[in-house]
């Protein structure tokens, strides 16, 4: 069984501040999202990452897929209090969620 | 277009009753999805369908919980009995295509259970 491991489990910083979040598969992904989930609301996707290597920019965050296809980083520059809530990356095949990274920003 | 509508937003029942789910998925979308949430976690998969149609319950505690979408639109997912480990928010999604590759999930704002 596919196991998505995110980190770090919690980031809690000041706006205008970088950070990186990070899911890693025990195996080949086939295709990865990303997706952002508010409290009280579901998850809401930010990205499709397909070929290794892959980079795709959407504003102020940055997603890179790995080479091999088994780990993924997620970029936020400059964070604001509008980024707060839990990042979740996907398996697109097997419809599998990581454990989550929960993001709080502080003005 | 409207969203994925998912009802009642909140439960709380004790141990051992029974409860469901409604979800009314976005017109058109002929795959729909319910996920279990437990608290700081991620959504865990629990039944997908296709139309009326099941494509993978392998995640479902079949012993308690149940699943249909009769008609190929909106679906309920029921739990008897329940047990505390239950306890959790239960989403629905749903996509135009059995696959997300290239039509992401859509998800409802769920339905947080608690089991006392």
């Known amino acids: 069984t596919q196991l998505l491991e995110q980190s770090p489990q919690f980031l809690s910083i000041q706006e205008g501040e970088n950070l990186t979040v990070y899911c890693n598969s025990s195996s080949v992904f086939s295709s990865l999202q990303w997706y952002r989930q508010e409290p009280g609301e579901g998850p809401v996707l930010l990205v499709t990452?397909?070929?290794?290597?892959e980079v795709k920019k959407l504003k102020r965050l940055t997603f890179q897929f790995g080479d091999a296809r088994k780990d993924s980083s997620l970029h936020i520059t400059a964070a604001q209090t509008g980024d707060t809530g839990l990042y979740l990356c996907a398996d697109t095949d097997k419809l599998i969620f990581g454990t989550g990274t929960r993001l709080q920003v502080f003005p | 277009e409207a969203g994925v509508a998912q009802s009642p937003r909140y439960k709380i029942i004790e141990k051992r009753q029974s409860v469901a789910f409604w979800c009314n998925p976005i017109?058109?979308?002929?795959?729909l999805y319910w996920y279990q949430q437990i608290l700081g976690q991620g959504p865990k998969l629990l039944i997908q369908?296709?139309?009326?149609?099941?494509?993978?319950d392998s995640q479902l505690p079949k012993d308690r919980f149940s699943a249909e979408r009769l008609k190929g639109v909106d679906s309920t997912l029921k739990i008897q009995p329940a047990k505390l480990e239950d306890s959790a928010v239960y989403l629905c999604?749903?996509?135009?295509?059995?696959?997300?590759?290239?039509?992401?999930?859509?998800f409802g704002n769920g339905t947080r259970l608690t089991v006392t």
């Open positions: 990452v397909v070929t290794g290597g």
């Open positions: 999604a749903s996509s135009p295509a059995p696959t997300i590759y290239n039509s992401p999930l859509h």
């Open positions: 017109s058109g979308h002929a795959t």
């Open positions: 369908f296709q139309n009326n149609g099941v494509v993978d």
